[in-house]
């Protein structure tokens, strides 16, 4: 198996998993699992050849964990990052570092300034403890820039925080007061 072809999978699962179930005719739970047969049967209507074994290999090798197989093995899910109403899986609350990061684009600053960070389509805003993956996911949108989230303070105000089983940080919103800019602390870029 090519390694397009892995990447491929990947996305496929992504999209059926975190966002659009019902386009292959598969239903997730509110835990977000989906049965593996039942989305190979699904990829095939749509013309999609998926066996066991490419979705095992995605699992195994995804280079972000986004994926984990129940402990039985007849159902897959998306770790985190859902967008589906299908979904509302029940994260554990956990206390975050003082610091977390968000990459967003220098395009979104106006708003964010205003607004602070809004989960937008997907369940939760999601946050990073290293600085250089919140660089490479603002880098998806444009010209990035990374956000410092006052995170220990926030939680100390009572927002919530949850850390994914793939250790991505999320939150239902980060309002502006709690975010810094490179500008506000010295930092470069
Ligand atoms: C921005 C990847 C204007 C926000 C990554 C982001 C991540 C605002 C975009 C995961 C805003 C949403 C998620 C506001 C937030 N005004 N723009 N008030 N508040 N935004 O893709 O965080 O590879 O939904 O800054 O690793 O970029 O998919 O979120 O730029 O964990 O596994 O609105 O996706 O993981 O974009 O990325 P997204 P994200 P995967």
């Given at each position: 198996?090519?390694?397009?072809?892995?990447?491929?999978?990947?996305?496929?699962?992504?999209?059926?998993?975190?966002?659009?179930?019902?386009?292959?005719?598969?239903?997730?739970?509110?835990?977000?699992?989906?049965?593996?047969?039942?989305?190979?049967?699904?990829?095939?209507?749509?013309?999609?050849?998926?066996?066991?074994?490419?979705?095992?290999?995605?699992?195994?090798?995804?280079?972000?964990?986004?994926?984990?197989?129940?402990?039985?093995?007849?159902?897959?899910?998306?770790?985190?990052?859902?967008?589906?109403?299908e979904v509302a899986?029940?994260?554990?609350?956990?206390?975050?570092?003082?610091?977390?990061?968000?990459?967003?684009?220098?395009?979104?600053?106006?708003?964010?300034?205003?607004?602070?960070?809004?989960?937008?389509?997907?369940?939760?805003?999601?946050?990073?403890?290293?600085?250089?993956?919140?660089?490479?996911?603002?880098?998806?949108?444009?010209?990035?820039?990374?956000?410092?989230?006052?995170?220990?303070?926030?939680?100390?105000?009572?927002?919530?925080?949850?850390?994914?089983?793939?250790?991505?940080?999320?939150?239902?919103a980060v309002p502006?007061?709690?975010?810094?800019?490179?500008?506000?602390?010295?930092?470069?870029g």
């Amino acid at each position: 198996m090519k390694e397009q072809d892995i990447t491929q999978l990947s996305k496929f699962l992504s999209y059926v998993l975190r966002h659009k179930p019902e386009s292959i005719g598969v239903t997730l739970d509110p835990e977000g699992w989906a049965n593996v047969d039942a989305i190979i049967a699904g990829a095939a209507n749509s013309g999609r050849i998926v066996v066991r074994d490419m979705v095992e290999r995605v699992v195994a090798t995804n280079d972000k964990k986004r994926f984990a197989f129940s402990p039985d093995g007849q159902s897959i899910r998306a770790v985190q990052g859902h967008s589906t109403d299908e979904v509302a899986i029940r994260f554990e609350e956990r206390v975050p570092p003082a610091h977390l990061y968000h990459g967003t684009a220098t395009r979104f600053l106006p708003s964010i300034r205003e607004q602070g960070l809004m989960a937008g389509n997907r369940h939760h805003v999601h946050l990073s403890a290293d600085k250089q993956v919140a660089v490479s996911v603002g880098t998806r949108h444009g010209k990035p820039v990374v956000l410092t989230v006052a995170a220990a303070t926030m939680h100390a105000q009572g927002h919530k925080f949850h850390l994914s089983e793939n250790g991505v940080w999320l939150t239902e919103a980060v309002p502006a007061s709690f975010l810094s800019e490179p500008s506000d602390n010295g930092e470069a870029g």
